[in-house]
């Protein structure tokens, strides 16, 4: 019945494809449409080394890496099977290694649920993020953050390193090394995060305000600060959520005279989330009645995303799943290792520890 299809809609429908588990399910269909299309292929091969160039005249060279967040989900008629959200990174050789879905750190061992082969043909497979980090040395700093555009018309990438914002045109042909330097006319130095959203990459502050920059590398302020979350104790992630921008500020309940790790292993941390309002120029406070309907926020160390409830059984929706760096930290340094996965389960919580469910400032679970 494929041998059927009009070869201009199989080419059409090929260009749509952009992941490897897309090619993969379209060639095994059948042998007509496996000849149709090649294999896929990375247009870039990490990892990347990157040299970011001061304006002081000082060079320091990182290491860009690539990892994908995966759903193996269950199939649809089987509701008693539990899902996995998996996070892999492929290295220059192809040897894969499995990390925390949510950061950097290396799974080390495996819940004794997790099967021990996946038969792909019980499991729906999707791919729901691409991560990229850099680490310097081997070492990894979350404060560090990366966004792709793989756009052929703007092929760059921003990374936010010790505050600053740097930027680099991405050359798909050559994989040896990146450029990167500071955004000329750029002050600020206190940024948290970026994303790539609508075409265009977005920035966000300490103290909230949002940036957009275009491919002439234009800086525009897109956002005022936000007074109230302000502080060097409020942490700022951008994410993408059906189709909106969202703004997602982090703090701690209560400021006592703990240390900063301390405080940050044991008191309730408290979310405020915010919608990029473009017309108005300004963040706008989610309204705990509208909330985020069905979706899940899950706000890592190195990335955040946004998932559908309804697509992980067991799972609250307008909740937000996070990772405490400090608390896996902690942990690893003391010999535990972390089972690293969303584990969603009909009326049961993630069985990670580090992966925690939130409660907004207001009366209603985010």
């Known amino acids: 019945m494929a041998s059927r299809i009009p070869g201009e809609l199989i080419e059409s429908i090929g260009k749509c494809l952009n992941t490897r588990t897309d090619v993969s ?3 095994a269909v059948c042998k007509s449409l496996r000849s ?3 294999r896929f292929e990375k247009q870039l091969q990490f990892p990347i080394k990157v040299l970011i160039r001061d304006t002081n005249g000082s060079n320091t060279t990182f290491t860009l890496t690539e990892s994908i967040v995966f759903h193996l989900a269950p199939p649809r008629d089987d509701p008693h099977k539990r899902g996995w959200l998996v996070k892999v990174e492929e290295g220059k050789y192809g040897e894969t290694r499995m990390l925390h879905p949510l950061s950097q750190f290396v799974v080390g061992r495996l819940p004794h649920s997790f099967p021990k082969v996946f038969n792909l043909l019980e499991f729906r497979v999707f791919e729901y993020a691409r991560v990229y980090s850099i680490h310097d040395g081997g070492w990894w700093d979350r404060n560090n953050k990366v966004a792709l555009s793989m756009n052929l018309g703007f092929p760059a990438v921003m990374i936010i390193v010790d505050g600053v914002l740097y930027h680099g045109k991405l050359d798909v042909d050559v994989n040896n090394c990146i450029e990167i330097s500071q955004l000329d006319h750029d002050q600020h130095y206190d940024y948290e995060d970026v994303i790539f959203y ?12 949002a940036v ?12 005022p600060p936000i007074l109230a979350c302000s502080g060097g104790d409020h942490k700022k992630s951008l994410v993408e959520s059906s189709g909106e921008l969202l703004l997602v500020d982090r703090y701690p309940s209560t400021m006592g005279e703990d240390s900063y790790l301390d405080k940050w292993l044991d008191i309730e941390l408290k979310f405020k989330v ?3 309002n473009k017309a108005e ?5 989610v309204d705990e009645r509208d909330a985020l309907s069905d979706r899940i926020l899950l706000v890592g160390d190195d990335s955040c995303f946004s998932v559908s409830a309804r697509d992980f059984p067991g799972c609250k929706g307008n909740s937000i799943y996070f990772s405490n760096f ?3 930290q902690n942990n690893m340094e003391g010999g535990f290792l972390d089972p690293s996965m969303l584990d969603c ?3 049961q919580s993630p069985t990670s520890p580090s992966l925690i469910d939130a409660k907004l400032d207001a009366d209603y679970e985010l």
Request: charged fraction near 25%; charge should be neutral; proline fraction near 2%.
């Open 212 to 223: 957009v920059v275009d491919s002439c590398l234009n800086v525009k302020v897109v956002a």
């Open 326 to 328: 400090f608390y896996m």
């Open 345 to 347: 389960e009909a009326s």
């Open 198 to 209: 609508e075409g265009k990459f977005y920035a966000v502050c300490q103290d909230g305000q």
């Open 281 to 285: 120029n300004q963040w706008i406070e």
């Open 25 to 27: 399910r379209f060639r």
């Open 36 to 38: 149709s299309i090649p």
């Open 274 to 276: 915010f919608k990029l």
